[in-house]
Structures are given as C-alpha cells and as structure tokens.
DNA sequence: GCGCACTTACCGATCGTTCAGTAAAACTAA
DNA sequence: TTAGTTTTACTGAACGATCGGTAAGTGCGC
C-alpha cells in the first residue's frame, strides 16, 4: 500500500528520552520564523491531550493548536498513535529512572520507601503533562496495555518496598501492602489533577507534605 | 441543527438518585427474554464508558455490547450524551447525599469528616462505575463542566470540614487544608481504579483503612 | 388495530491518514 | 559566483472508514 510510510522515524529508537539532546548539531538556522522540530510539537501535542482526552483530540484540532495543516503534523510523527508512544516513553523512562538510583537500592527500606516516593513526586512535577497523559490511559489499545503494565510494575517496586519496611516493623501491620500501596498511589498521582507548578506550592513543600501525611497521617500526635 | 435533541429528558429532573428505587426491585419478571428497560441500557453504558473511555466508545459498540442494534439503544435515550448525564446525576446524587446526613451536619469536627469519608468510601464501592465515570470527566463540553462544578463543590465542604478539625486542634496545622483535602481525596477516589468488589478486602475493612492511613499514617507510632 | 420494541437502511459530518505538489533553504560542483 | 540538485517543511485536496443520529418499516402481544 504505502511504500515509505512504515519506515522508521529516524528519532524515535533511543530510549534516551530525547530531552534536548545531541540533536541537529545545533546548525538549525532558524532564521525568521522556525519551523517545528518533533518535541515542540510533542510538548503541544501531549498538552491538547490532556485538555480533551487523547480520543477526542482530533488531529485536525492539533494542527490548529499548532497553526499548521493536518498534513504538516505528518511530517514530523508517523501517527496519531506515534505521538502517544513518545509522550508514555518519556513519562516511563523517568519513573523507571527512580528505582535505579542509590537512594532507592541502598540503605533501610523506609528511607528507600521515603526516596523513591519523593523521586516520584518530581516526576510527577516536573514531566506533569507526560505523567498525567501515562496516568489517565484507559488500554484500548496494545501500546496502551503495554505502557499499563510497565506502569504495574513500577507500582510492584513500591509495593515491596512497603512490605520490606513493614516486616522491619518500620511500617504499621494492621493494613496490608498492596492497599498501602495503592492509597499511597493514589494520593500522589492525584498531583497531576490539581498542582500548578509556579503557584504558591513549591516542588518540595509538595513532597514534603506527601511524605508527612503519608506517614504520619493527619492527626495531631500526643508524643511529638 | 437537531430539533428534538435539547428537549428535557424526563427522567433527568428529580435528585432520586435511582438506586435501585420502586422499579423491579430485583423481581424483574425476565420471563424468556425481556426486552431491555433504561436502568439496564445505563448500567451498560456506563461500563462501557468505563472500559473504553466515553469518546471512544461508540454508540455501535455499545449497541453490541447490548446484543441489539444502534436504533434499538436511541429507542430508550435520546442521544449518547443523555446517557452520560443520567450516569453523572446518579453518581453527584448519592456523593451529594451524604453532606446532609446527621452524621455530616451533627458533632465534633474531626468526626463529622470521619464520617464523610467513610460514606464517600461507601458510595464509590456501591455506585462504583457511576463514580468512576465522574471521576474520569475531562470537561470537554457544558454537560461535563456542570459536573466537575458539583464535584468541586463537594470537594469544597470537605475542605471545610477539613479546615474547621485543624481549628480545633484535632488535626495538623502543618499542611494547608486545600492539600490535605487534595490528597485526601486523591488516596479515595483511587479506589475506583483497583478496588474489585466481591474481592478479599470488604467494603467496611476498606473504609476502616482508608480512615486510619489517613489520621494516622503509615509510621509505627511509639504511643500507641 | 394499535402501541411497544425493535429492525434495516441510510444521512451528513468528521475521523485519521495519504497524496501530489511546492516554496525556500542548504548543499554541491564549476 | 552561480547554476543545479537535494532536503526541509510544509499546503490543500481528497480517501475510506466510522461517527452520532434519523426515517420508515416490521413483528408481536394485547
């Protein structure tokens, strides 16, 4: 049908997550108006997802957020989908970053438990529309599925984390790791829907108050 | 451009709620095959809204799903978004409910909001799809904006109960109100995305750990 | 014979995607 | 310097499929 179409975008192999990058050597001349380059229109893309829902943003309603033709998006993504696929790669390579740091491998389980959910909570912030576009994903799709389950198992991290703390009696008993898991999910993730980077919260007040309520819950303690 | 599309659905008006309500009430003759009423073309729907997102489930899908033809679901609604706004009033109907029960009205403050969380619980596991289908709006048109401002509102008088328990020095003053409140509702609107009724953890054993990863976190205290 | 609960057949609009063509910049060779 | 070639970044029109919704007819129990 299409010869050409199928072969492969030529930026989109590495995982390197593309923020910047080596790219173009820089020469883009760019003199009067620029032309798009695939993150510009990727940063605009993964926004108009997030305001109408990936399905009920039309490519027709990109472009024109973009100022260009329908035809225009094309030349720089393949599909639709493709631009999906960029946007979760990017939002999952950060996440998958966490666990991979000292502070998640090394050291008593509830600080590590303490690190990644404060490694969390900055991704969450500073990728917010990457995340948010990861975290509202509903797997109709296989690449859907696909960045589901990934997402699953950086949840399992975190739920081994919760119970290697718990069985050092570091974390309460009375309510099991997978639930504890989740709630602590939920609450963070939960971010994407009402933070404003800028606003009155910085990035560390967010995740300090995180870690506060998470482990020591709202109440006002006798002891302390 | 459609004349008869605006006009009042009858059914929408009244706060009923419709839980179940006069109808049927499980009697439901079901002699041979019954022929589809509109609480049983709701139900539907809305899991279909729920397994694929509203945009992308469409009304010849849903129609499958129903084992009938398209026409035979415009038979019982008056359009695709008439489903969703039945599916909405039930779910804000029941949340809405709880902030005039003695329970959310009468008392201190800190049990007042104990109680509010524990009947939001109990309403997102009962109305678990309807809730779930709020949860997940994106504003896109007026019908859906309408239902964010009645969930906002809700989310509202949490926050003021939220803020009248710090006052009285039951709850930390450390955390601003509108975060607690935030992730307060992050952590239980959570639940629809994992919580599978019928399942291990009861309705009542969620809502218990729900309320005491709340007030008391996650830390082993040393008082208690 | 009449209303209820559909059916088949279809409408215009919009969807994601493709296509042929093109102006302008960038590179190449003399 | 300049003519020729290639690459970049697009435009506008069109495509088949699918969308939400409608019109008109059909079987069937009362």
Redesign the pocket.
């Known amino acids: 049908?299409?010869?050409?179409?199928e072969s492969g975008s030529p930026a989109t192999g590495g995982g390197s997550g593309g923020s910047g990058g080596a790219n173009g050597g820089g020469?883009?001349?760019r003199?009067?108006r620029a032309?798009?380059?695939l993150p510009a229109v990727l940063d605009i893309a993964v926004a108009a997802f997030n305001d109408y829902g990936y399905?009920a943003?039309?490519?027709?309603?990109l472009?024109e957020r973009l100022g260009?033709?329908?035809?225009?998006?094309?030349?720089?993504v393949?599909?639709?989908?493709d631009l999906l696929r960029l946007a979760l790669e990017r939002a999952l390579g950060e996440l998958e970053g966490i666990l991979s740091q000292p502070g998640a491998t090394e050291g008593a389980a509830d600080e590590r438990l303490r690190y990644v959910l404060r490694g969390a909570v900055k991704v969450l912030v500073e990728e917010l529309p990457y995340v948010t576009l990861l975290l509202r994903l509903r797997g109709n799709t296989e690449l859907e599925r696909d960045a589901l389950a990934r997402r699953r198992e950086f949840d399992n991290a975190v739920s081994a984390l919760v119970e290697e703390a718990r069985d050092a009696g570091t974390l309460r008993a009375d309510v099991d790791a997978r639930t504890t898991t989740r709630l602590l999910f939920g609450m963070i993730n939960s971010i994407v829907e009402w933070y404003k980077p800028g606003g009155p919260l910085t990035q560390d007040q967010l995740a300090d108050d995180v870690i506060t309520v998470a482990f020591d819950g709202l109440r006002v303690h006798d002891g302390r």
């Open positions: 049908m299409n010869p050409s179409a020469g883009n001349g003199s009067g032309p798009y380059d399905d943003t039309s490519m027709g309603l472009a260009t033709s329908k035809s225009a998006v094309y030349y720089h393949s599909s639709k989908e």
